[in-house]
């Protein structure tokens, strides 16, 4: 069985962010709470449920990642793409990804 992760959208913003172990939106992938079983992920698809109601996030999945060497990384190249930043210069603020990250 594969891990996974919960991820969304923030409401104010549009931020790509990631559940924590605390029960926190988070920006960074890496500190994203890990589940590895069946009971696991209901229980991460509940609480994005209950946040998606709450009006705290948009866009709400469970992603499929891969812990290498202590490093999270999502299996498909939309995910990584989320997690990394854009693909090309945006705006400031917001640096290009890791062409090695989002490698698929």
Same mark, same amino acid.
């Given at each position: 069985?594969? #891990? %996974?992760?919960?991820?969304?959208?923030?409401?104010?913003?549009? *931020?790509?962010? /990631?559940?924590?172990?605390?029960?926190? /939106?988070?920006?960074?992938?890496?500190?994203?709470?890990?589940?590895?079983?069946?009971?696991?992920?209901?229980?991460?698809?509940?609480?994005?449920? %209950?946040?998606?109601?709450?009006? %705290?996030?948009?866009? *709400?999945?469970?992603?499929?990642?891969?812990?290498? #060497?202590?490093?999270? /990384?999502?299996?498909?190249?939309?995910?990584?793409?989320?997690?990394?930043?854009?693909?090309?210069?945006?705006?400031?603020?917001?640096?290009?990804?890791?062409?090695?990250?989002?490698? *698929?």
């Amino acid at each position: 069985m594969v #891990d %996974k992760v919960l991820t969304a959208n923030r409401l104010t913003d549009g *931020v790509s962010v /990631w559940l924590n172990a605390a029960g926190e /939106w988070v920006t960074s992938l890496q500190d994203a709470l890990v589940a590895r079983h069946a009971e696991a992920f209901a229980a991460l698809e509940e609480i994005g449920r %209950k946040a998606y109601a709450d009006n %705290k996030v948009v866009d *709400v999945n469970l992603i499929e990642v891969q812990e290498t #060497d202590g490093i999270l /990384w999502p299996l498909r190249l939309r995910e990584r793409i989320r997690a990394q930043g854009p693909t090309m210069a945006y705006a400031p603020g917001y640096a290009p990804a890791d062409p090695e990250f989002i490698a *698929v």
